[in-house]
C-alpha cells in the first residue's frame, strides 16, 4: 500500500528512499544501478523495493469502513 | 585483542578483530540488539484522522521513525525519578497537524525538544487526498531493542577472516568473473586473490573450481561490521555495548558474593 518506513527482515530505515528510486527508475535507469548507489546492499532491503506496488493513491479514494 | 580499521562510511563502519572467539563477538553482537536505549515513538493519540491508513497502522510507522537520540538527558522510564508515570525527562511529545493534498514526511513532525527529530526527513509517513486531514500527539521514549526492535540502535554482526587457498585451478579467468564480490585477479592462466577482505564466505569459487581453490572463514579473527540506523554514531554504539556489558558483570558478580 504504502512503502514500509523498514525492511521487514534487517530493520534498515529504507522509506527515505522511496523517492528517489521511483523517480530515477521512471527515467529509465535499472533498478539495480539505483539500488546499488542508494545503499541497499542485502536482498531483503532489495525485495522491499522491488516487491512494493504503491496503491495508497487507489485506496485513499474509498471511505475507511 | 588485535583491532584494525578496514573501511568507514556514512552507513557502516567494518574493522578486523584478531586473537577472540565467535562467543565474544556473538555477546556483543547480541548486547548492541537488545540492551542499547534508543528512542522511538512509544504511543500516539490522534485528534483526527481521515487519511486511508488506519490509526493503528499509521501509529506503527510512527514507531518505527529513526529518532536522533539524546542518552544524555533522557531516560528509561523504569530508571526515571518519576518511576514510569511520564515527565519530560523520560518522555517527549512529537505533534503532527496536516491537511492534504500531498505526502506527509517525517520532517512536519514537530518535536519539543529540537535535539531529537527524525534522522530521515523524507521518510513518508502517508499520503493525503483533498480534504483529508492528519492531527495527533506521539510520545517518544527511550528503551532497549529487549523492548521492541524500534529501540535497537542497528546492527553489529561479523564473519570470518576469509582465509583462501588458490591450488592449479584451471578455469582462473571463469572464477574471477563469478565472485560476486570481485576477490579474485585473473590474468592468463593464474588466480590471485586481489581483495581479500570483500570475500563473503559464499563458497561459489569452491563450487566453480571444483575444490580447487580453498576458501574458509577464521575462528580466531573476524571481520565486524557496525551498521547504525542513524540514532547513536557508531562509536556511541560500541561505547554503549561495552558499557552495558561491563553493568551486567557487576550485578553478576555482586550477586555471586552475596552467596559466600
Known sequence: MIIPIRCA???KPIAQLWGDYQRRTAQGESAKTVMDELGLVRYCCRAQF?????????IAKFKKG | MEIKLLSQDKTQVRVVVKGTTPAEMNTYRRTVLTTLPAMAIDTVEFVENSSALYDEMLAHR??????????????????????????????LELTLEVEGPGIVYAEQLKSKDPAVIPVHGKTPLVKLLDNQKVKLIAHAI???GQEH?????????????????????????AIAEMCPTNVFEADSKKLTVKNKEACILCMACVDASKGDVEVSGSATDFILTIEPWGQLTPGQMVDGCVDALHEQIDALSEEIKKLK
Request: hydrophobic share 30%.
Open chain 2, 62 to 91: 510512527l514507531g518505527l521513525v529513526v529518532l536522533k537520540t539524546d542518552t544524555e538527558s533522557y531516560f528509561e522510564k523504569a530508571k526515571c525519578k518519576c518511576k514510569g508515570a511520564g515527565c519530560a525527562r523520560c518522555t
Open chain 1, 50 to 58: 522491488m516487491g512494493h506496488v504503491d496503491l495508497i493513491d487507489e
Open chain 2, 149 to 173: 526492535i524500534k529501540f535497537s540502535p542497528g546492527l553489529l554482526y561479523y564473519q570470518g577472516y576469509p582465509q583462501i587457498k588458490v591450488g592449479a585451478v584451471k578455469n582462473p579467468e
Open chain 2, 142 to 144: 527511550l528503551s532497549t
Open chain 1, 9 to 11: 527482515s534487517c530493520g
